[in-house]
C-alpha cells in the first residue's frame, strides 16, 4: 500500500532553517504531484508548496522566498528547505501526493481534495 513518512519535524528558534523529507513506498514516484501543505490548531490546512514530476513548483505567498521544495525521483523523496522561520509557521506539515500519470509537468494543484494519499504528519514548532 502507498506510505508517505515525513520526518524532520521539531523546535526551532525564529530566524532558524530546518527541512523535511517525505520518503513515499507503494507507488511510482515520478507519476505524481508531491506538495506540502499544514495546518496550525484552530486553522484550516493550507496549501505549502508543491512539485511535479518535471520539477516545476509552486509556492503559497506566506513561504515564497523562504521555503525551497525538491525532490529526488530516484530515493522516492520530497524535501522541504524551510528558512527563515517565523513562529507563525508553526503546525504540523503534511506531505501529499496527487497522482497525474504521464504528465510530468502537471500544474501543482492549491487544494487538498486533490491529493489522493497523505502522509501522517509531523510538528514545526518556531519559538520567538
Known amino acids: 500500500q502507498v506510505q508517505l513518512v515525513e520526518s524532520g519535524g521539531g523546535l526551532v528558534q525564529a530566524g532558524g532553517s530546518q527541512r523535511l523529507s517525505c520518503a513515499a513506498s507503494g507507488l511510482t514516484f515520478s507519476k505524481y504531484v508531491m506538495g506540502w501543505f499544514r495546518q496550525a490548531p484552530g486553522k484550516e490546512r493550507e496549501f505549502v508548496a508543491g512539485?511535479?514530476?518535471?520539477?516545476?513548483?509552486h509556492y503559497a505567498d506566506s513561504v515564497k522566498g523562504r521555503f525551497t521544495i525538491s525532490r529526488d525521483n530516484s530515493k522516492n523523496t520530497v524535501y522541504l528547505q524551510m528558512n527563515s522561520l517565523k513562529p507563525e509557521d508553526t503546525a504540523v506539515y503534511y506531505c501529499?501526493?496527487?497522482?497525474?500519470?504521464?504528465?510530468?509537468?502537471?500544474?501543482?494543484?492549491?487544494?487538498?481534495?486533490?491529493?489522493?494519499?497523505w502522509g501522517q504528519g509531523t510538528q514545526v514548532t518556531v519559538s520567538s
Open positions: 501529499a501526493a496527487e497522482f497525474v500519470g504521464g504528465s510530468y509537468y502537471a500544474s501543482v494543484h492549491l487544494v487538498a481534495a486533490q491529493y489522493d494519499y
Open positions: 512539485i511535479n514530476g518535471g520539477g516545476g513548483t
